[in-house]
């Protein structure tokens, strides 16, 4: 009875390892931080894209309103690829669309709006990168859907068509 | 005279230079700490990504502004979770990973006292 405790014993210790290891290979070690929801949206003071005055980030986003705020940058290529779906949403009288132009020369920024049109209702600079820290970004493109200052979604990296009907359906 | 001119010239230059080393120490020491979410694997102060290079920028705002190193990370922990943190306080979720050597060590030793003693 001992000696057939033993083999059994050491093929089940293996069959968890094995198990666990190749449930390890299909779990993706790319981490994307937790989304806090239902955070208040921090105050920031930035520089207006066109103007170049100073605002504040309270007189942009009213109550009762849903914005997108959307991080972009004409480095981006990424942000090329979804700024047709912007153009599509800016269409929609129920939101607003913010743009937080993320580390960029301003004439390229501006010739890429005047080459793919603009979806934007206002768009601030974020020269440094520290604004989009704020708010728990770590790349471009990124999008906040908000609404009560509170922000309800995040969408790290390009919408697509998929993303773009979730945000739709959540308007209505 | 003038060995005192020099003295308190090194007496006024020295505090001066212990100040910025400090701050700078402590930019390293956090920056290390950092993980670098675009290029993970890097700390932030190994990264030169964009991501990492606006970070250290806000790290530097937050010192002069007066922050400690935990006020910092606990900035950071809540915008972008735990995983930012190269060492992780210890919480609820890995309380058992922190613990479990101690009690496996508290175990063991049982073990071989109880062999010890019945010998």
């Not at chain 1, 290979?25 to 066109?50: M, Q």
């Not at chain 2, 700390?43 to 806000?58: C, P």
């Not at chain 2, 006020?71 to 309380?95: A, T, V």
Request: net charge positive; glycine share 4%; proline share 4%.
């Amino acid at each position: 009875m001992k000696n057939k405790i033993l083999p059994f014993s050491i093929i089940f210790f293996f069959g968890i390892i094995f198990f666990i290891f190749y449930k390890g290979l299909e779990d993706s070690n790319i981490y994307t931080p937790d989304v806090k929801i239902k955070n208040d949206i921090p105050v920031f003071i930035a520089k207006d894209f066109y103007s170049k005055e100073n605002i504040n980030s309270k007189s942009i986003l009213e109550l009762d309103k849903f914005y997108l705020l959307n991080i972009w940058s004409s480095w981006c290529v990424p942000c090329r690829k979804e700024h047709p779906l912007l153009m599509n949403l800016s269409l929609n009288s129920k939101i607003n669309i913010i743009g937080m132009n993320y580390k960029d020369n301003f004439t390229n920024a501006e010739n890429f709006l005047k080459e793919l049109g603009n979806p934007y209702k206002k768009i601030f600079i974020d020269f440094d990168g520290t604004i989009a820290i704020d708010w728990g970004a770590y790349g471009v493109p990124e999008s906040f859907l908000i609404f009560n200052n509170k922000i309800v979604k995040k969408y790290v990296g390009p919408l697509n068509i998929k993303t773009i009907n979730e945000i739709i359906k959540e308007i209505q | 005279m003038k060995i005192l001119k020099v003295i308190l010239v090194i007496f006024l230059i020295c505090p001066i230079n212990f100040v910025e080393a400090d701050i700078n120490d402590m930019r390293h020491k956090i920056t290390k700490n950092l993980r670098c979410l675009i290029c993970q694997g890097q700390s932030v102060y190994d990264s030169d990504s964009e991501f990492a290079n606006s970070l250290k920028l806000v790290v530097d705002k937050k010192l002069n502004v007066g922050l400690s190193e935990d006020e910092i990370y606990d900035y950071l922990k809540n915008k972008y979770g735990d995983w930012i943190l190269y060492d992780p306080e210890m919480n609820k979720s890995n309380l058992l990973l922190w613990t479990l050597p101690l009690i496996l060590f508290v175990f063991g030793s049982l073990l071989i006292f109880k062999k010890v003693s019945i010998k």
